[in-house]
């Protein structure tokens, strides 16, 4: 196997945060071969975990499609803006693995170009996963960042160079015909919550989709709204370290001044009264508990309603920001619970 | 019984008895609302009516006495939510990404701040 490839997949897991996923991995195929702690390094810093990784590709003791399948969970579930949809009926008869089985299937063993740090062109791929019908695109996209190094400021005069940035992006629809459930799911390209650019890249990717997908006459955006009061009142899987809500008279923040992981639930303070059907909100910020036996992990998203428009006529999409990478069962976990709060399940 | 470090303060200042038992006073009340609350000077003076400065010693003499320790916090421009809460200054990076609003935001000292946070053993003093 050539080294080069491997190694940018290892650097893409440590890059995006992986590093426990990459041990994860590591262990896992030391323990299954029954090798020693000197045939395969499984702990370590950021840099000598990504060269095990590689060298262990290399030594053939891990197989490329497993770091590839690493990577791909990382690409396609976290760092992502996820734009929550049900099928309208026009939506179930019309999309199905076979109206966009024009794409073309992903590659069985990981390439150079679908792994490509900057795609040259925008690739889309489609397979079905667990009857889910997943439609997965690559490609580069850039944004302006400010150049400190070459930007300056003095009494009079003031100089700011932006330079391009180009990076890979992964975008993702992915289908469940027998729910009648869709998402998209954006790259956010760049460390923040940007929705201009989220905005560029859903219309981007919702063009590339035609004319097999209709955005209002195939998908219907959940109504978002309603679940944002239940999801405050969630008080025993959720966590919120802020929240601001309005009512017909005040508009009212309340923010922790401890920083995550000391504070107490700012649903906590004797002052906070923002629940019930008097308050509104615009968006929540709010982590989801999910707990394993002793272990608690929580994910961070901030949920919104935001304004589309397609062909002169404005639409306000259910967003979920989820800013890091997390696994697939997680956001699944997650877009299940958002799902759940804002339907009509009691 | 008095907090933790109190006993000390009275020692040290004995013609402050009545500014420093103000202040054992309003940490009490603080405490007693949320054992992790922010406690710092400027709110303690208002709440006092003692001087910004004087608290500001107060508390450090009570850091002394392992009653306090010190936190630094980067606070949201936006949101005003705690952004990063670290126990120095240097461990706070220049750039961060906001969980508080999804922003990016750069290193500036105005939305630093800096108070302290009760140890275990003051709020053990505190309940008994």
Redesign the interface.
């Known amino acids: 196997v050539p080294t080069e490839l491997p190694q940018r997949l290892a650097r893409r897991i440590i890059q995006a945060q992986g590093k426990g996923r990459l041990e994860q991995l590591l262990r896992s195929r030391r323990n299954r071969l029954g090798l020693g702690r000197g045939e395969i390094q499984v702990t370590g810093t950021a840099e000598q975990l990504e060269q095990a990784a590689w060298r262990a590709v290399a030594d053939r003791h891990l197989a490329i499609t497993d770091l590839a399948a690493l990577v791909d969970e990382i690409e396609e579930c976290g760092a992502k803006h996820v734009f929550l949809f049900n099928m309208t009926n026009a939506g179930a008869a019309a999309i199905s693995y076979t109206s966009l089985g024009r794409f073309q299937s992903p590659p069985n063993v990981p390439t150079e170009s679908f792994y490509a740090d900057q795609p040259s062109a925008r690739r889309t791929y489609s397979v079905t996963r667990n009857g889910r019908t997943f439609v997965k695109q690559l490609h580069t996209a850039s944004y302006w960042e400010r150049d400190e190094s070459r930007s300056s400021e003095s009494l009079d005069e003031r100089i700011v160079v932006s330079r391009r940035q180009r990076v890979r992006a992964v975008n993702v629809f992915n289908i469940d015909p027998g729910a009648r459930t869709a998402e998209i799911r954006i790259d956010r390209v760049?460390?923040?919550?940007d929705s201009n650019l989220a905005h560029e890249e859903f219309a981007a990717f919702l063009d590339s989709l035609a004319p097999g997908l209709h955005l209002r006459e195939h998908l219907e955006p959940l109504d978002i709204r309603r679940a944002f009061p239940r999801i405050v009142e969630a008080r025993d899987e959720t966590f919120m370290?802020?929240d601001?809500a309005s009512d017909a008279s005040a508009r009212q923040?309340f923010?922790?001044?401890?920083?995550?992981g000391?504070?107490?639930d700012i649903r906590?303070?004797?002052n906070w009264r923002l629940h019930g059907s008097d308050y509104v909100r615009d968006s929540i910020?709010v982590y989801w508990l999910i707990r394993e036996g002793d272990d608690e992990n929580r994910i961070?998203t901030?949920v919104r309603g935001v304004r589309f428009a397609e062909h002169g006529a404005d639409v306000e999409l259910a967003k979920a920001?989820v800013?890091a990478h997390i696994t697939e069962a997680e956001l699944a976990h997650v877009i299940a619970r958002i799902r759940h709060f804002a339907s009509d399940a009691p | 019984m008095s907090l933790l470090g109190f006993d000390t303060l009275h020692r040290m200042h004995p013609d402050r008895a009545e500014a420093i038992a103000a202040l054992e006073v309003a940490i009490r009340r603080t405490l007693a609302r949320n054992p992790t609350s922010a406690i710092e000077d400027q709110r303690l003076s208002q709440q006092t009516k003692l001087g910004v400065a004087e608290v500001g010693q107060f508390l450090v003499e009570l850091m002394r006495e392992s009653a306090l320790e010190s936190r630094v916090a980067w606070v949201c421009p936006t949101l005003h939510g705690t952004v990063r809460e670290e126990n120095d200054l240097s461990a706070l990076p220049t750039d961060l990404e906001c969980p508080v609003c999804g922003q990016s935001h750069r290193y500036d000292p105005a939305q630093i701040e800096v108070f302290f946070v009760a140890t275990p053993s003051l709020l053990q003093s505190a309940d008994t």
Do not use: F, K, Q, V
């Open positions: 760049r460390n923040r919550d370290s802020i601001h923040i923010a922790s001044r401890r920083g995550e000391h504070g107490l906590d303070h004797p910020n961070h901030i920001y800013p």
